[in-house]
Nanobody, 124 residues
Framework: QVQLVESGGGLVQAGGSLRLSCAAS????????MGWFRQAPGKEREFVAA????????YYADSVKGRFTISRDNAKNTVFLQMNSLKPEGTAVYYC?????????????????WGQGTQVTVSS
């Protein structure tokens, strides 16, 4: 089994930055891609960003492209989401998840493991 634990959420003003982390433990996630999703109150969960095992490919939702950066440190079993120029509409619970290679990374149903989420609140 795999456990994913997110951290780094909090309250930030619009235009500010936060860096989320997701630490994995349990069985190895070798070859797994990692993704970030978010869910705002009353809304559907949406894809934010994803990265392949090697880090050679990254994917972003149009709404965050150019402002968010996903990265990973496989030696530390950790994936990061650097969020800059945050907007109030970015207020949500952010989840990290692990996906096997070859699956569609933009679809939540593709992912095998999920964290519990971390709250990000962006004030205007």
């Amino acid at each position: 089994q795999v456990q994913l634990v997110e951290s780094g959420g909090g309250l930030v003003q619009a235009g500010g930055s936060l860096r989320l982390s997701c630490a994995a433990s349990g069985r190895t996630l070798s070859s797994y891609g990692m993704g970030w999703f978010r869910q705002a109150p009353g809304k559907e969960r949406e894809f934010v960003a994803a990265i392949t095992w090697t880090g050679g490919s990254t994917y972003y939702a149009d709404s965050v492209k150019g402002r968010f950066t996903i990265s990973r440190d496989n030696a530390k079993n950790t994936v990061f989401l650097q969020m800059n120029s945050l907007k109030p509409e970015g207020t949500a619970v952010y989840y990290c998840a692990a996906v096997r290679p070859g699956k569609t990374v933009r679809v939540g149903g593709s992912y095998d493991y999920w964290g519990q989420g971390t709250q990000v609140t962006v004030s205007s």
